[in-house]
C-alpha cells in the first residue's frame, strides 16, 4: 500500500507542476534602438514602410541611411517604429510622406493617421470614424496634410495641430492624391467601378471637375507639370494596366504606355509594367522612360545588374530620391519579409536590404 | 524564454506517461497485497474509458466516446478533436468561430466528417467547420488516419486522407426502455445559454424515434489581453455573439430479416457576428453571418448471409448561407453574399466474405452538387461526382492484409464562362497489420495511401481569384506504427500504448498566390511532413472505490515547406503547425464526485510562412477542470456538472489576433427519465 501511496503522490505532484509551466511572455526588441537613428543626421535619414499583410497588424518602418554606417558605408535599421514606440504601427501600411521635417503615414486597416517626428516618433494620431471610411493615400502642401478616404473623400489635416480642418466628398473609394500647382488630383477606383480624376482647388478646397479616366485609377504622380495616372484599365477580368497623361493646362488626356507602378526624377517619368502569366506563374518586367520635355517613350532598363529576383517578380515599389536620383526598388511575395533594392541613377545596384516586414511599399526621403 | 516554458511544460507530459507507466511496474510487484476477497466488494466501474480503441486495425484510429468528453468538461467537438493524436484544430476563437480539422499537416480538406456514417460535404469552402455539430448528440467522434477499418462503407469515407466520424446513438438501444426523455441545461460565462431536449420512444418491437431539440445563444463578449509591442491592454471581444438551434429527428427501424433502416432529418439555423481579426487601434467590425441548412439522409444495412452484406445510403443537403459586412468601401454601403448549396448523395455497397479469412467489399457513390450565389459573375457551377472503391482483405493466421482502390470521376458544369477540366483519378492504398505473438496483444502496421483534394468551387469561381485551370491537390500518406494493448497486473484495468511515425508528401498545393495588383488560386508548392504521434491510456484501480483512468498523447510535426529552394521560407514549417504538442488527462471516478481534469499543450508556430520572430505564436497549455456527480433517484436521475476551462487563465491564440477566451465557467444540468 506505501508505494500506491507513494504514486498518487507522484500524480499529485506532476499535474501540480503542470500548472506551474505556464509561459512567461518576455519579448524583446527586435532590431535597432532609437539612438542608432538619432546618430544619424536627419538629413540621411530614408524612411521605408512595410506594409504588412492584410489583418495581420504587421505593418511597419525601417531606415535606411546612404552613408550614416561605420565608414560612410549604409546602414539598415529594421523595425524603427516599433523600437521608438514601444507599439506596432498597426495594420496594413499604405502611404508613408515627409512634410515640413515629419512624417506621416496612414495606416488603411486601424483607420488611423500617424504623425511622427523625423526620427518615427509617434506625436500624434487621428482616426477615421466608419462614415469617413479608412485612409488611403497622402499628399501635402503649406502646412496641410490631405488624405483619401475610402468613404468619398478628401480629408484636410493641419499639419501642425494635427486636427481635421474639412472633407470634401469626391468620387468613390479615391486612392492616389497628388498635389500640382495648387490643385489636388484624385484617382476614383470606385473598388474597380470608378473611371474619374476629381480635380481640387486648394484655396477654396472645392472639387473644380472631374475627369473621365481609364477604369479603376490607382496610383497617380506629378512631374513637369503634368499628371500621370496608372490605372487598371478595365473591368474584372479584362485589366489593361497602363498610364495616362493628363495635360492641366489644356485638359488633354493620353495613353502613354502599359504600367503598374511609376516615379519621376526630373523630367523623366519611370515606368514598369509586371506582367504575371498565369499558366506558368512568371512574371516579367517591362522597363520604359517616358520624357517630358522631349514627349520621347523609350522601352529601356534603367536599372542594370538586376538580381534574379527583382526581374522576375513583381516590382512593389520604385521610388526615387530627389536629391540625386537613387531608385528604392523592392518585390513582395506577400509570405516573406521583402527585399529593397537601392540603384544609383545610372542604374548600378549599390545595396540589397531584407526588410523589418513584408511588402515594402514606399520610401520617404527627408531631405 | 518562452521557448522554455513550454520545454518545461512538456517535461511533464513525459513524467505524466512515464509515471503511467511506473504505476503498472509498481502493481507488478505489490500483487502480494492485493487479496482477491476484495475484488467481491462494491467496486467502482470505471466507465470514463476513454477509448475502444482498436487496436489492431491497420491504420491509426483513435475514439473518444461521449462519457470521456463529459468527464473532461470538453466544450465542444473541436475541444475533443484537438486531443487526438496527430491532429491540429484551427480554432478562430469563440462559441461561433469557425473550427477545422486537419491531420499530420494535410490540411482540413483531407479530412473528411462523417456523420452517422455519411460524409457532410462543403464543395464550396471544401471544408467542415465541426463547430457546428453540437457535443450532446454525438455517442462517439473517431480519427482514422487514412481510412476506417470497416469494409462495408461508402466509397467516399475510403477517398480522404483521414476520416473524422460523428456517431450519434440510439438511446433506446441495448435498453428494454420503453421510451427517454433526457432534458439538459448548460449556461456558462459570456452569455452563453445552451438549453436541450431529447425524446426517443419506441413503437412496436421493431421501431424506435427520437427527437432531439437544442438551441445556443452567447454573447461572445469576452475579455482578452492584447500585446503590443511593449503596450498590453485589456480588451473586449466584440461582434462575438450567436445564436443556433437544430432539431433532429431519427428513425430507427429493424426488419424481420435482420435488416435495418435509420432515418434522420436535420435542421440547423444560425446567426453570428464574425468578429474578425483584432486590428491595433480600430474595434470597427461589422461582418455577420446567417446560416440555415437541411438534410435528410437515410441508410439500410443487410446480411444476406454468412457471406453477404450490403449497405445503401441516400443524402439530400441543402444549405444556404449569407454573409454581409457594412463598409463605407463598398457600394451602396454593403456587401452581401448569399450562396446557396444542395447535395445530392447516392451509395451502395457490398462485402463478400467467400472464405475464411478473405473479405472482398465494392462501393459505388455519385453525387450531385450545386452553388448558386448573388455574384456578377456567377457561373452556377454544378459538379457530379462518381467514386467507385474495390477492397480486399486477407486475414491469416498472425498477419492482415489489405488494399484499396478507389476510382474517382469528377464532370465539372458551369452554366455561362470556363468550364474546369474533369478530374478522373485512381488512388491506390496499402496496408498491413501484423500479430507476431499470438498470445499478446502486440501489433504492427504498415499502410502507404494517395489521395488528393478537389479544388473546391470557391478555389475555382470564387470573384477574381478563383482558377478554373486549377488541379487537384495531391497527398501521400506512408505510416508505420506500433500497438500494444496489455492488463499485465491486477490494479491495472487496461493499459494501451500507439505509437506511429509517418511521412507526408503533398504538391500540387491549391493556394493564393499574388501577382501585382490580383490574386489568384493556383497549384503551386510542396509540403514534406514527418511526424511521430504517441498515444497512451490506462485505467487503474486505485482503491476499491476509486477508479483512475490516465491518459497521455504527444505529436511531433515537422511539416516542411519544399517548394521553392531559392524562397525565404525553403523548410521553412508552414503556417499554424506546432512541432510540439499533446495533451495529459485524468479521470477519477469515486463515490462522492467525479474528477476530470486534462491538459492541452502547444508549441509554438507560426502564423506566416517564413518563420521569423515576427512571424512566431507562442505555445500554451490549457487547463480544463470538471466535477460531476450523478444523483439515482426513484424514477429519474440527474446529474450535475460544473466546469472550468482554461483554469489558469492564459491568454492564447490559435490563429494570431484572434484571442481565445480566458478562464472560463460552465455548468449542466441534466434530467433524465
Known amino acids: 500500500m506505501k508505494r500506491k501511496n507513494l504514486f498518487l503522490l507522484m500524480l499529485c505532484m506532476v499535474f501540480g507542476l503542470v500548472f506551474t509551466s505556464c509561459d512567461e511572455n518576455n519579448d524583446g526588441d527586435n532590431g535597432g534602438g532609437g539612438n542608432v537613428i538619432e546618430n544619424i543626421d536627419p538629413s540621411d535619414r530614408v524612411f521605408i514602410l512595410n506594409e504588412g499583410n492584410y489583418n495581420s497588424n504587421n505593418s511597419g518602418i525601417d531606415m535606411y541611411s546612404p552613408c550614416g554606417g561605420a565608414d560612410g558605408t549604409s546602414l539598415f535599421v529594421k523595425n524603427v517604429y516599433m523600437n521608438q514606440n514601444g ?81 470634401v466628398q469626391v468620387g468613390s473609394n479615391p486612392e492616389g492624391i497628388v498635389e500640382c500647382n495648387g490643385k489636388l488630383y484624385v484617382c476614383n477606383s470606385g473598388w474597380g467601378y470608378d473611371n474619374t480624376m476629381s480635380v481640387i482647388d486648394i484655396a477654396t478646397f472645392t472639387v473644380e471637375k472631374t475627369v473621365e479616366v481609364a477604369t479603376n485609377p490607382n496610383e497617380i504622380i506629378a512631374a513637369g507639370g503634368k499628371i500621370f495616372i496608372q490605372s487598371y484599365g478595365g473591368a474584372y477580368p479584362d485589366y489593361d494596366y497602363q498610364v495616362q497623361m493628363y495635360d492641366p493646362a489644356s485638359g488633354s488626356l493620353e495613353r502613354l504606355t502599359a504600367a503598374t507602378k511609376l516615379a519621376a526624377y526630373g523630367d523623366v517619368v519611370y515606368i ?49 530620391d530627389p536629391s540625386n536620383g537613387d531608385f528604392y526598388v523592392s518585390v513582395s511575395d506577400y509570405v516573406s519579409d521583402g527585399t529593397v533594392y537601392r540603384f544609383e541613377s545610372d542604374g548600378d545596384l549599390i545595396d540589397a536590404m531584407l526588410s523589418g516586414g513584408m511588402n515594402p511599399t514606399k520610401t520617404v526621403f527627408t531631405n | 524564454m518562452k521557448q522554455f516554458a513550454f520545454r518545461r511544460g512538456w517535461l511533464f507530459v513525459v513524467i505524466g506517461v512515464c509515471c503511467t507507466l511506473y504505476t ?12 482477491s476477497r476484495i475484488r467481491n466488494l462494491k467496486r467502482v466501474t470505471v466507465s470514463a474509458e476513454r477509448a475502444t480503441q482498436n487496436i489492431s486495425a491497420p491504420m491509426p484510429t483513435q475514439t473518444i466516446t461521449s462519457s470521456t468528453m463529459q468527464n473532461l468538461g470538453m466544450q465542444s467537438l473541436a ?48 471544408q467542415i467547420d465541426i463547430g457546428r455539430f453540437n457535443m450532446d448528440d454525438v455517442e462517439t467522434l473517431t480519427l482514422s488516419v487514412g481510412q476506417q477499418n470497416d469494409l462495408l462503407q461508402s466509397a467516399r469515407s475510403y477517398a480522404s486522407a483521414g476520416v473524422l466520424s460523428l456517431k450519434t446513438k440510439n438511446p433506446l438501444e441495448g435498453t428494454d426502455k420503453p421510451f427517454e426523455l433526457k432534458a439538459r441545461m448548460k449556461g456558462g460565462s459570456y452569455g452563453m445559454i445552451n438549453p436541450s431536449v431529447l425524446w426517443a420512444q419506441r413503437i412496436g418491437a421493431t421501431t424506435t424515434f427520437s427527437l432531439t431539440g437544442n438551441m445556443t445563444r452567447a454573447d461572445g463578449q469576452y475579455p482578452f489581453t492584447l500585446v503590443n509591442g511593449k503596450r498590453i491592454s485589456e480588451e473586449k471581444r466584440y461582434n462575438s455573439d450567436v445564436m443556433s438551434w437544430y432539431a433532429e429527428g431519427n428513425l430507427y427501424q429493424k426488419f424481420k430479416d435482420g435488416s435495418r433502416l435509420n432515418t434522420k432529418i436535420h435542421y440547423y439555423d444560425s446567426e453570428r457576428g464574425l468578429p474578425g481579426s483584432v486590428i491595433l487601434y480600430n474595434n470597427m467590425s461589422n461582418e455577420r453571418l446567417w446560416d440555415k441548412n437541411a438534410f435528410v439522409q437515410t441508410r439500410y444495412q443487410k446480411a444476406f448471409s454468412e457471406k453477404w452484406r450490403i449497405q445503401a445510403e441516400g443524402k439530400y443537403n441543402y444549405s444556404w448561407t449569407k454573409y454581409e459586412d457594412t463598409n463605407v468601401k463598398y457600394q451602396g ?120 483534394r478537389v479544388p473546391s468551387f470557391n478555389d475555382m469561381y470564387y470573384e477574381q481569384t478563383g482558377n478554373t485551370a486549377l488541379r487537384p491537390e495531391n497527398a501521400h500518406e506512408y505510416n508505420f506504427g506500433i500497438t500494444w494493448k496489455s492488463k499485465p497486473w491486477r490494479f491495472v484495468e487496461s493499459m494501451m500504448l500507439t505509437a506511429d511515425a509517418y511521412y507526408n508528401k503533398v504538391d500540387d498545393k491549391i493556394v493564393a498566390l499574388p501577382s501585382m495588383y490580383v490574386w489568384r488560386m493556383m497549384n503551386y508548392g510542396r509540403v514534406d511532413i514527418t511526424g511521430v504521434d504517441i498515444s497512451l491510456q490506462s485505467r487503474i484501480n486505485v482503491a476499491d472505490i476509486v477508479g483512475l483512468s490516465l491518459s497521455g498523447v504527444y505529436s511531433l510535426q515537422r511539416a516542411l515547406d ?96 484572434y484571442p481565445m477566451p480566458g478562464r472560463s465557467y460552465r455548468g449542466i444540468v441534466e434530467v433524465k427519465f
Open chain 1, 87 to 167: 507599439e506596432g504601427l498597426g495594420d496594413t501600411g499604405q502611404d508613408l510622406i515627409s512634410h515640413d521635417g515629419n512624417l506621416y503615414a496612414s495606416i488603411t486597416g486601424s483607420s488611423l493617421l500617424v504623425k511622427m517626428d523625423n526620427a518615427a516618433k509617434k506625436l500624434a494620431t487621428i482616426s477615421f470614424d466608419a462614415s469617413e471610411g479608412q485612409p488611403r493615400y497622402l499628399a501635402a502642401k503649406n502646412g496641410k496634410i490631405y488624405v483619401t478616404l475610402y468613404g468619398g473623400y478628401v480629408a484636410k489635416i493641419d499639419a501642425g495641430s494635427f486636427q481635421k480642418e474639412a472633407m
Open chain 2, 24 to 35: 503498472t511496474v509498481v502493481y507488478a510487484n505489490d500483487a502480494d497485497s492485493v487479496s
Open chain 2, 79 to 126: 475541444d475533443a478533436a484537438r486531443r487526438l493524436p496527430g491532429v491540429t484544430v484551427k480554432d478562430y476563437g469563440g462559441l461561433g468561430g469557425l473550427k477545422t480539422v486537419s491531420v499530420r499537416g494535410l490540411g482540413a480538406e483531407h479530412t473528411a466528417v462523417l456523420y452517422d456514417g455519411v460524409m457532410v460535404s462543403n464543395c464550396q469552402a471544401g
Open chain 2, 562 to 657: 519544399m517548394t521553392e529552394q531559392s524562397s525565404k521560407t525553403y523548410k521553412h514549417q508552414i503556417p499554424y503547425t506546432p512541432k510540439h504538442s499533446g495533451n495529459v488527462a485524468i479521470q477519477v471516478e469515486n463515490p462522492w464526485v467525479n474528477i476530470g481534469y486534462s491538459v492541452v499543450l502547444v508549441g509554438d508556430r507560426y502564423c506566416m510562412r517564413q518563420n521569423t520572430s515576427a512571424n512566431l505564436v507562442h505555445g500554451y497549455n490549457e487547463h480544463t477542470l470538471s466535477l460531476s456527480k450523478t444523483f439515482d433517484l426513484k424514477r429519474c436521475s440527474i446529474r450535475l456538472q460544473a466546469d472550468v476551462a482554461n483554469l489558469t487563465d492564459t491568454q492564447y491564440d490559435v490563429i494570431k489576433y
Open chain 1, 272 to 320: 514598369v509594367y509586371s506582367d504575371t502569366d498565369w499558366t506558368t506563374y512568371t512574371t516579367t518586367n517591362v522597363f520604359s522612360t517616358y520624357n517630358i520635355k522631349t514627349r520621347e517613350l523609350k522601352t529601356e532598363n534603367y536599372l542594370k545588374d538586376m538580381p534574379a529576383q527583382l526581374s522576375s517578380n513583381g516590382i512593389y515599389m520604385i521610388d526615387i
Open chain 2, 333 to 452: 454601403g454593403k456587401k452581401t453574399d448569399v450562396n446557396k448549396q444542395q447535395e445530392y448523395y447516392l451509395s451502395a455497397a457490398a462485402l463478400w466474405m467467400p472464405i475464411d479469412g478473405l473479405s472482398v467489399s465494392w462501393s459505388n457513390d455519385a453525387a450531385l452538387n450545386t452553388l448558386q450565389n448573388n455574384f456578377p459573375e456567377n457561373q452556377e457551377p454544378y459538379r457530379l461526382t462518381w467514386l467507385s472503391a474495390l477492397n480486399a482483405r486477407w486475414k491469416w493466421k498472425w498477419f492482415m492484409l489489405s488494399g484499396t482502390l478507389v476510382s474517382t470521376v469528377v464532370d465539372e458544369h458551369v452554366k455561362s464562362g470556363n468550364k474546369p477540366a474533369d478530374k478522373r483519378r485512381l488512388s491506390p492504398c496499402f496496408s498491413l497489420a501484423c500479430q507476431p505473438f499470438l498470445s499478446n496483444d502486440l501489433f504492427f502496421r504498415v499502410m502507404y495511401k494517395e489521395t488528393f
